[in-house]
C-alpha cells in the first residue's frame, strides 16, 4: 500500500478525496503540515517515513525548491519511493481525474519500472525503458521447461530468467538480459504468433535477482502485512488455487495472523500438479486446509464458453458455501492491478453480496507485479506451481475458454486429453 503525501493540509485533502472515491480509503494520505522549507517540514516527512507503507510525494510545480531539498531525504530512506512535480501550481489546482491518473500511473511505475544492473532491479525511475501502463504486467520465464517450450513450439530463444513485459490482449514482448529477443501474441481465440525475434540470448542468475530486487519487495510485503493488520478481529481465509498470486497471499497472511484458513476449490478438470502443489505447500505452511470437489458436468451443461461460464458459478458457489461456515470472515485474495483493467479499478477492500450473506475481501499484493509476486514466493524457501516453469502465466482448469492456444498446445504436451474444443483461425496480417 502507498502514503500520498502533499505539502499543504488543503492539498492532502483533494488527494483524500481520491482515495476515498477509487481506493475505499485504505491508502494512506499525509500532509506535511504547511512549511515551505525543509526544515519546517522534515520532521513531518522523517514520522511518515518511518511507517510501512511506501512514499508518493506529490507537489505543485511552485514547490520546486521544496521538492529538491527532500529528495535526498528520501533517497537516505532506503525506501522505495516516488516523487513528482505536478503541472499545476498546487496539488488541489489539478483536476480531480488528472490526479487520479498521475496516482495510477505512480503506481503502474512501482511494479513495472526497472533498471538494468546485470539483472532486473524494480526502479520506478524506468531507466531501463520499459514502456508503461497501468494495465500491463512483468513476470519472470523461469525454468528450462519453459526456455524448451519456447524454442520448440515458436523458435524463441530465451536466456535464463528472461524478463516478460504482458501487454494487453496477451501481447508480450520477451528481453534476454539487457536485450529485445521477441515479440508474440497470445490473443485467445487466435494461434501463437511470432511477430518479431531477434537473436540475443543472455542469461540472468535467479539469485542475482532475488537478493537485487530483496529490500524492495521486502518493503511492499511490509506494506502489506501493514494492510492485513486492519482485519485482527476477523477469521481470516484465503481462496486457494495453487496460482503464484494466491499462494503469495497465503504466505502474507502466514506472517500476520496465527490462524489461518485456505479454502482449495478443487475442480474436476484441475490443472495437472496443483494438488500435489497445494497438499505439500500446506504443510510447509502449517496452515488450515480446506478442500472442496466440485464436479463438472459437461454432459449436463456443455463445454464452459465466454457466453456461458457456468463452472465459474459452482466454483464461487462452493467457496462462499465453505465460508459461510465461519463466524467473521474477511476473503484474502490474489487480485492486481497487473492482470486487467478491472481488477485494477476495484478498491483494495470490497464487500460482495452473496446467498450466505455480505462478505468483506481483501487485496494485500493488489498493487504488485507478477515479477514481485514470483521472487516475493522464492525469497520465502518456496517453489512456484510446476507449469509456471514450462511457460504458463495464469492457472485455471483444462477446459477453462479464457485458455490461450499457447495454454493449450503446452497442456497438449503434458497429454492432457479435456481441453477446449476451439478453432484457431489466422489473424489479419
Known amino acids: 500500500m502507498f502514503v500520498l503525501i502533499a505539502r499543504a493540509r488543503k492539498d492532502a485533502k483533494a488527494l483524500q478525496y481520491i482515495n476515498e472515491r477509487n481506493y475505499g480509503g485504505f491508502l494512506k494520505v499525509e500532509s506535511l503540515g504547511g512549511g515551505r522549507t525543509k526544515e ?38 532506503g525506501k522505495p519511493f516516488y516523487a513528482r512535480l505536478l503541472r499545476t501550481k498546487r496539488v488541489r489546482n489539478m483536476r480531480v481525474d488528472e490526479l487520479y491518473q498521475n496516482i495510477e500511473e505512480i503506481k503502474a511505475r512501482f511494479r513495472l519500472g526497472v533498471e538494468w544492473n546485470g539483472f532486473y532491479a524494480l526502479n520506478p525511475e524506468n531507466p531501463f525503458g520499459i ?38 490482449m496477451n501481447q508480450e514482448v520477451y528481453f534476454s538480459g539487457p536485450n529485445k529477443v521477441a515479440e508474440v501474441s497470445k490473443k485467445l481465440g487466435f494461434p501463437t504468433e511470432v511477430l518479431w525475434r531477434c537473436p540475443c ?41 495453487g496460482g503464484k498470486d494466491s499462494t503469495a497471499t497465503l504466505i502474507l497472511a502466514k506472517e500476520v495472523f496465527d490462524k489461518v484458513t485456505a479454502v482449495y476449490v478443487r475442480m474436476e478438470y484441475e490443472m495437472p500438479g496443483t494438488d500435489e502443489y497445494v497438499e505439500k505447500l500446506a504443510r510447509k505452511l502449517g496452515i488450515r486446509l480446506i478442500r472442496v470437489d466440485v464436479p463438472m458436468p459437461i ?5 464452459p464458453t465466454h457466453g456461458n461460464r457456468w463452472c465459474t458459478r459452482k466454483k464461487v458457489e462452493a467457496l462462499y458455501s ?65 507449469l509456471y516453469y514450462e511457460g504458463f502465466y495464469r492457472l485455471g482448469c483444462t477446459i477453462c475458454p479464457s485458455l490461450a492456444h499457447w495454454e493449450i498446445e503446452l497442456l497438449k504436451k503434458r497429454g492432457v486429453k479435456a481441453l477446449p474444443k476451439a478453432s484457431f483461425p489466422r489473424p489479419d496480417r
Open 131 to 168: 514502456e508503461l501502463n497501468p494495465d500491463y504486467d512483468i513476470y519472470l520465464a523461469v525454468g528450462e521447461g519453459f526456455r524448451r517450450a519456447m524454442r520448440s513450439l515458436l523458435g524463441v530463444e530465451l536466456g535464463e530468467n528472461s524478463l516478460v513485459l504482458r501487454k494487453l
Open 201 to 241: 540470448v543472455e542469461d540472468v542468475s535467479l539469485d542475482s535477482l532475488i537478493k537485487g530486487n530483496g529490500e524492495y519487495i521486502e518493503a511492499f510485503a511490509r506494506a502489506s502485512r501493514a494492510f492485513l493488520e486492519n482485519f485482527r478481529d476477523y477469521d481470516v481465509i484465503v481462496p486457494w488455487s
Open 322 to 386: 465453505a465460508v459461510s461456515e465461519f463466524e467473521n470472515p474477511v476473503l484474502l485474495v490474489g487480485d492486481r492491478d497487473g492482470e486487467s483493467a478491472r481488477r485494477r479499478l476495484k478498491p483494495p477492500v470490497i464487500e460482495r453480496r452473496t446467498d450466505f450473506g455480505n462478505l468483506l475481501e481483501a487485496m494485500p499484493i493488489k498493487f504488485w507485479s507478477g515479477f514481485m509476486v514470483q521472487l516475493f514466493i522464492l525469497m520465502r524457501g518456496f517453489e512456484l506451481h510446476p
Open 299 to 303: 454432459e449436463k451443461f456443455g463445454m
Open 40 to 77: 519546517e517540514v522534515i520532521e513531518h516527512l522523517e514520522r511518515i517515513l518511518e511507517g510501512p507503507y511506501i512514499p508518493i510525494l506529490l507537489l505543485g510545480e511552485k514547490e520546486k525548491r521544496l521538492m529538491d531539498e527532500l529528495l535526498p531525504v528520501l533517497k537516505e530512506s
